[in-house]
């Protein structure tokens, strides 16, 4: 589908495609406008299985949220804004609205992306903003390279390697996120247990 965009700033022209686009998620990432399209029913299912896991452990009680889909604002750009999958953030997390729904990133404890048909974005590109951002968690189901990568704690505005995970094992939130849990692998990349 081909949309014609006449808008006068970036974000304007962001906020067009997501009318236009019902369903797809639109961000702004380092300047650019990136459209993802909807996910399938095995990413939905992963986000799901998130939320039960976490209100399982007691996270609310902990003093977090556990959402989908809010918007983080970037400081790679004066428009720049992401919307990760899933995200552990402080519980006055309303407090620190930013504008357009995205909120400053120092209330994200844990950031998760499950790759879609965009996976680069989440393996390559996302990893810096959310350095950059010192977001202190990003988990990333890979979803086209059957494995889990996280990553912890940016200094100067960067990642050190990812930590790998492979089918069968687990992955152990870190204390950091602000509660104690172990994720499967193998749920983090099919959706289903």
């Known amino acids: 589908m081909a949309v014609m965009l006449h808008e006068s700033s970036l974000t304007d ?7 236009e686009l019902p369903g797809h998620r639109v961000e702004i990432l380092n300047g650019s406008i990136v459209v993802t399209p909807p996910p399938d029913g095995p990413h939905q299912e992963t986000l799901t299985w998130l939320i039960v896991e976490f209100s399982r452990i007691g996270a609310r009680r902990a003093g977090l949220r556990y959402v989908q889909g809010i918007g983080l604002w970037l400081p790679t750009g004066p428009d720049d804004y992401a919307v990760p999958d899933f995200s552990v953030v402080d519980a006055d997390y309303k407090d620190a609205l930013v504008e357009k729904n995205c ?3 120092h209330v994200f404890r844990l950031v ?3 790759t879609s048909s965009n996976w680069t974005n989440d393996t390559a590109t996302k990893v810096d ?8 968690v990003y988990l990333v189901a890979d979803r086209k390279h059957d494995e889990v990568l996280l990553y912890r704690h940016p ?5 050190s390697d990812p930590l790998r995970f492979e089918r069968g094992q687990s992955v152990p939130v870190p204390d950091s996120v602000g509660v104690a849990l172990d994720l499967s692998v193998d749920t983090l990349l099919d959706g289903d247990d």
């Open 112 to 114: 998760v992306e499950v």
């Open 13 to 19: 022209a962001a906020d067009r495609l997501w009318e």
């Open 155 to 159: 200094v100067d505005g960067k990642y």
């Open 103 to 105: 909120y400053a990133p």
């Open 129 to 136: 903003i959310y350095a950059r951002a010192n977001v202190p």
